[in-house]
Structure formats: structure tokens, C-alpha cells
């Protein structure tokens, strides 16, 4: 059970029947009443945000949530293949699942995926994945003293942008949270 004075941000409880993620509270005083505390939830199923207020002290269950590591595997009509790294455990997950994570997914790549009541809801990846671009406009002599940027398509499909000087066939770094180039590979 989660009570709502240990409510932090991150906390999970479950909230009408589903699993929720405390993304932001605040407690409030009011006058000679309660505590009351406004909270935006998100959950975890739908990926749905909302607001909602509770009094202090209401009580929560906690959510039946598990996570696994698991490893990329292929990718077959809008389903992506994942193997449990204990289990050996083969299963499919949805775009719905994957959300922006599916634009950095490469074959073998290790990542989190959280269970609810046995079932995969959420794919966490790396923060920093490291992809291979296979197209992009050549760079010139001199282009780089401009500090311009180019689009570049990768290995897994995402458009980034990237420094001039970066070819086909280089691998760069790229933060997965906001598809930017961070460096190249050596």
C-alpha cells in the first residue's frame, strides 16, 4: 500500500483498476480541513496523462509491475520480437508499446520492458544508442567552418540531424530522448 504522504514523482500505484506513475504532485494545506494533494498521473497502460486530486491520507494499492531485461530481436509486419534474457521467453510488442522507442531499436540491443500482471505494457531503451548512418547528403572540403548541420537517415530508420562532415557508413551517438547526434564512434 502507497499512502499519499509517500507519494514522490515516479512513485507507481494502482488507481481505478490500472497502473499508474505519479508524474508531478503538490500538497496543499487548506485552512482548518486537510491536506489535500493534486497529482497529474499518467498511466501506464494507455500512456494517458491526467489530473487528479486526493485527501490526505487516502491509500493505494501498489501495482503488480515487473521488469525484465530483454533483447531486441527482429522485426515482422508492425510487431517487434523480444526474448527475455532469463527465460529465453519469446514475444511480440505493438508500435502502441514501443512509442518513440521504436525509431533507435537495432537488432540485439538490450532493453527494459516493465510487465503488468504478466503481460508487457512499457519498452524502456539505452539513453544513448549508437546507429550507423546509411544516408545522408556527402560532405564537402570547407563545409565544416559553417557548423551547419544535414539531415542523415539511419540504420534503424530515424532522420537526425547531423554535422556536415559526418558520411554514409559513419556511426554516431544519438540521445534517444530527444533524436539529437550527440558525437561519433570511433
Known sequence: MISTSEFKKGAKLKYKDAPHEIVDFQHHKMGRGGAIIRTK?????????????????????????????????????????????????????????LGDAKKFLKENMEVKILFYSGSPISVEIPMFVELKIIRTDPGYKG??????????????????????????????KVDTRTAEYIERVR
Open 143 to 172: 563545409d565544416t567552418a559553417s557548423g551547419g548541420s544535414k539531415p542523415a537517415v539511419l540504420e534503424s530508420g530515424v532522420t537526425v540531424k547531423v554535422p556536415f562532415h559526418l558520411n554514409e557508413g559513419d556511426v554516431i
Open 41 to 97: 498521473l499518467k498511466n501506464l497502460v494507455t500512456g494517458s496523462i491526467f489530473e487528479d486530486t486526493f485527501k490526505g491520507g487516502e491509500k493505494f494499492e501498489t501495482p503488480d509491475l515487473e521488469e525484465r531485461t530483454a533483447q531486441y530481436l527482429y522485426k515482422e509486419g508492425e510487431a517487434c520480437y523480444f526474448m527475455d534474457n532469463e527465460s529465453y521467453e519469446q514475444f511480440p510488442l505493438t508500435s502502441e508499446h
